[in-house]
């Protein structure tokens, strides 16, 4: 029997993707490394200057009566604010494979601008500010849950994220990805 069980473990063990997924916690812990690599990478940067191969990333999603994302970066760019959101679709070897920011209501119009919309209670925004080293953290708790395999990913962007008419939302170039598969 205990031979059956130390079998079962170790094949879910091997089937689970690095990153842990029990119950409705979500965690995945990875490092950055060059876009158009193989694409099994989790995490991939566009702009090695900004957001070095070799940078970390932690993405934790905790789902109860809210929905709670954690981001943490370490070793990328220094004493810079970047934006951050969830996208819809997972990274690829381009930063548009990312495809929108998802949104718990959809804006009909696309790109979407709008900040009836495009707006920290609609979207995930995770904006995060790094100290000397290129470490920082942010989150953002919401009052909705993300729809099945909608939301597969967390883009880093070029700067803070816009608020105002027109340009809400946008947080210039995509310069990273993880791939996060949330609940």
Known sequence: M????????????????????TGQDVTIEETFRAAGG??????????TEA???????????RVGDD??????????????????????????????DSG?????????KLPSTNPAYA??????WLDITTDRNGDGA????????????????????EHATHTGTGSAGTAGAQLACVNVPFK
Do not use: M
């Not at 942010?138 to 880093?156: E, G, K, N, P």
């Open 2 to 21: 205990s031979f059956l069980v130390s079998a079962l473990t170790a094949s879910l063990a091997a089937l689970l993707p690095l990153g842990a997924v």
């Open 51 to 61: 957001v070095p191969v070799g940078g970390r990333v932690t993405v934790t999603e």
């Open 138 to 157: 942010s989150a953002s708790t919401l009052d909705w849950r993300f729809r099945t395999d909608q939301a597969r990913s967390v883009v880093i962007h």
């Open 38 to 47: 193989p694409p099994a990478h989790q995490a991939v940067t566009f702009d």
């Open 100 to 108: 929108p920011h998802y949104q718990n209501a959809v804006d009909p």
């Open 67 to 96: 929905t709670h994302v954690e981001l943490r970066l370490q070793g990328v760019g220094a004493n810079r604010t970047f934006g951050a959101h969830v996208h819809q679709k997972p990274c690829g070897s381009k930063p548009s």
């Open 119 to 124: 707006n920290p209670r609609n979207e995930a």
